[in-house]
């Protein structure tokens, strides 16, 4: 595992909760980067982002984030630790609605947040002021204190992302972060995550391409399970990515991969 590795898989197995498994051989996301997913219903990308987060535990194989072995448990120490410096945007994970738009983002720093200020969610004034700037910084402080039920799709996402800045987290790991959002607040909410991402580690699953040259410098695509290919975005073509979701059987060698995806062709 090199110096710079964020994320690091070695001949992992996991269950996916459907008739196939999750099963890769190496993987390896190193610090800064940016990384997409993509792949067709039931490849493994939501197991993989689950895996990585510690939600989930392989059957065999190492997994290693941020320094951290996830192939036992963690401590409750590690684990509260783990979460504090990895952040998640999944499709299952939402804001409290009952809260107001502001308590949803002070809530990124209910890990750093010690004794009964935690508790209590009275927070202390210089943090209060960082999640004020965090809502600036995604054109929502005039809705601080709406109520998270109250607000648009797009706009709930722009709270998550708030968090998110609020957290400063090491790892970001998103899970079709733009889903039923419109072309428009789609393309803003890629342009935030990216913002927010900065200094940190981004690992997404897109449904989209046309939104990968706005979220990632490297797309991965599975399949069956596995990693079908590993390519740095500038490689990656339109063609080649139309034929890798038409084809039924995933590319066992890298090689034949990129021969198939890459090219000059324009992506969108």
Request: charged share 20%; proline share 5%; with cysteine.
């Amino acid at each position: 595992m090199s110096r710079a590795a964020v994320v690091l898989l070695d001949d992992v197995r996991c269950p996916t909760g459907g008739p196939m498994s999750l099963q890769i051989k190496h993987l390896e996301i190193n610090l800064g980067e940016r990384v997409a997913i993509v792949g067709p219903n039931g490849a493994g990308k939501s197991t993989l982002l689950r895996l990585i987060s510690g939600f989930v535990r392989p059957a065999a194989g190492q997994v290693v984030v941020l320094g951290r072995s996830l192939a036992v448990p963690l401590s409750a120490q590690g684990m509260r630790a783990l979460r504090c410096e990895v952040g998640q945007i999944m499709q299952d994970l939402h804001p409290v609605e009952r809260l107001s738009v502001l308590e949803n983002v002070l809530i990124g720093c209910l890990g750093r947040t010690r004794g009964w200020r935690g508790w209590t969610r009275c927070f202390a004034p210089h943090e209060v002021a960082a999640a004020e700037t965090a809502l600036r910084a995604v054109g929502l402080i005039q809705r601080a204190g709406t109520r998270t039920d109250a607000l648009s799709g797009g706009e709930r996402q722009k709270v998550a992302l708030a968090r998110l800045l609020m957290q400063r987290p090491r790892l970001i790991l998103a899970d079709e972060p733009t889903a039923a959002l419109d072309p428009a607040a789609a393309r803003e909410v890629c342009q935030l995550l990216v913002e927010a991402s900065a200094g940190a580690t981004l690992v997404c699953v897109v449904h989209n391409p046309a939104l990968l040259p706005l979220l990632a410098n490297r797309v991965i695509g599975m399949k069956n399970g596995g990693i079908d290919f590993d390519l740095p975005m500038a490689e990656l073509n339109g063609s080649g990515l139309e034929a890798f979701y038409s084809r039924t059987e995933p590319c066992l060698q890298d090689t034949e991969a990129r021969q198939q995806l890459s090219g000059n062709a324009a992506l969108i």
